[in-house]
């Protein structure tokens, strides 16, 4: 098992910037493809994006396509996502996970969660 931490939440501005952590620890998360998602209050929880194993293909929600990039440091086990140009409707409690099986887009499909962190984009 797999064990996930995020980092990075926090209040800003629209049209600023954050950066999220997911630091992985417990089985090797360097072979597994991983994902963002995030969950608004009272929405269900939604791909945001992810990427594979060694980082050389990504693919992203169309929400945040342009605005959001995924990327990942397999010697540090961590796994990143910069967000730039943020609006108000980013605002989410984010979340890491390991993919297992079945569609990128599904969160059926990922097995290994961590607890969230929240981003608030507010003036």
């Known amino acids: 098992q797999v064990q996930l931490v995020e980092s990075g939440g926090g209040l800003v501005q629209p049209g600023g910037s954050l950066r999220l952590s997911c630091a992985a620890s417990?089985?090797?998360?360097?072979?597994?493809?991983m994902g963002w998602f995030r969950q608004a209050p009272g929405k269900e929880r939604l791909f945001v994006a992810r990427?594979?194993?060694?980082?050389?293909?990504?693919t992203y929600a169309d929400s945040v396509k342009g605005r959001f990039t995924i990327s990942r440091d397999n010697a540090k086990n961590t796994v990143y996502l910069q967000m730039n140009s943020l609006k108000p409707e980013d605002t989410a409690i984010y979340y890491c996970a390991v993919y297992s099986r079945g569609s990128y887009y599904s969160r059926t499909s990922y097995d290994s969660w961590g607890q969230g962190t929240q981003v608030t984009v507010s003036s």
């Open positions: 417990g089985r090797t998360a360097s072979y597994y493809d």
């Open positions: 990427i594979n194993w060694n980082g050389d293909i990504t």
